[in-house]
């Protein structure tokens, strides 16, 4: 089985079969990485290229671990010490990984649809790790892979997902992807943090907390993004978590069995409580490990790996 795209980009565009083959091929992936040796020969031979100009824990390390565990070469370009600090245009800097041997580029960078445009002048497989305020697509993909191994499907799933939804890629991704695998999304947030007609894209919206959570299958706590914040959009964190922040008595009102997630990092006490976020009902530690296993199953959808096999 191939996918359907060279790239990975959006989920947007990504069809339905392609987002089912790489949560398959994930859930066979993950044993792996229990194994006591985390090795298999399948991208050997391979160099895989990590060019992230924003900071970055997870998705970074997922995709090197990844890459290792099936035996593909790794380098990591920090933006802060390349030659990006003396002017070097995202293409010449693309390029010149590109001829240097590179057979797969993964970047984040904080302009929306900036992998796109890499995509365009490269003819290797990119990978989007997160393109500004657009989308996060392989984090939506391992929200869904935790999802479905948690629940046993997606169909039918009502999914909250709470915070700073305008500036936030990982909720448009899984926005596209949870709503073309057949859940229902809510999304809620201070009415300055929900982006205009959201509803269009399927979704219902609401600025009451209580309202979204009620009978939720998953609630989903996004990070405010301090970072990509312009003064003003709401009164103080004191203030963002009293109203929305996800607590015990708040997340008691969705299905006694519902999952809580957040993409990390997360700001304990601002959108989430420790209490919560350490329970039993947390899946933010599997997301992690779920990080992995999906990354494996597209560096090896993209790379060949099936091919050679
Ligand atoms: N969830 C996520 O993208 O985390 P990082 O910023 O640490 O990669």
């Known amino acids: 089985m191939k996918l359907k795209s060279r790239d990975i980009l959006a989920l947007e565009e990504m069809p339905r079969e392609d987002m089912e083959l790489i949560l398959d091929t994930a859930s066979s992936m993950k044993e792996i990485i229990y194994r006591p040796i985390k090795k298999v020969p399948t991208l050997r031979g391979k160099t895989v290229v990590t060019l992230f100009y924003e900071a970055s824990t997870r998705t970074r390390t997922s995709f090197e671990l990844a890459a290792k565990y099936m035996s593909a070469d790794t380098v990591s370009i920090a933006t802060a010490t390349s030659s990006v600090q003396k002017g070097e245009t995202l293409k010449d800097t693309a390029r010149t990984l590109r001829v240097m041997g590179s057979d797969c580029v ?5 302009v929306s649809g ?5 995509a365009r002048v490269l003819d290797i497989p990119v990978i989007n790790g997160g393109d500004g305020m657009h989308e996060h ?3 939506g993909l391992l929200d869904m892979f935790t999802m479905r191994e948690k629940k046993g499907r997606l169909e039918g799933l009502r999914v909250a997902i709470i915070g700073d939804i305008y500036h936030s890629r990982v909720a448009r991704s899984n926005i596209w992807g949870l709503k073309k695998m057949g859940a ?14 959201i509803e269009k894209m399927g ?6 907390v209580e309202e979204a959570v009620k009978d939720a299958d998953v609630v989903m706590v996004l990070r405010l993004q301090l970072e990509r914040q312009q003064r003003g959009l709401f009164p103080s964190a004191r203030e963002y978590s ?4 996800i607590t015990r ?3 008691n009102l969705a299905k006694p069995d519902a999952l809580l997630m957040h993409p990390g990092p997360m700001n304990r006490g601002i959108e989430i409580a420790s209490e919560v976020a350490d329970s039993p009902q947390s899946t933010i530690e599997d997301q992690v490990t779920n990080g992995v296993a999906v990354r494996m199953a597209i560096l090896y959808l993209l790379l060949g790996g099936g091919e050679e096999k």
Do not use: Y
């Open 106 to 110: 993964i970047m984040r960078h904080p």
């Open 114 to 118: 900036s992998c796109h445009f890499l």
């Open 203 to 208: 979704v219902e919206a609401t600025t009451r």
């Open 242 to 245: 009293r109203l929305w922040g």
């Open 184 to 197: 229902s999304v809510v999304v809620c947030g201070p009415a300055t943090l929900l982006p205009p007609e």
């Open 249 to 251: 008595e708040r997340l």
């Open 137 to 139: 697509p392989t984090q």
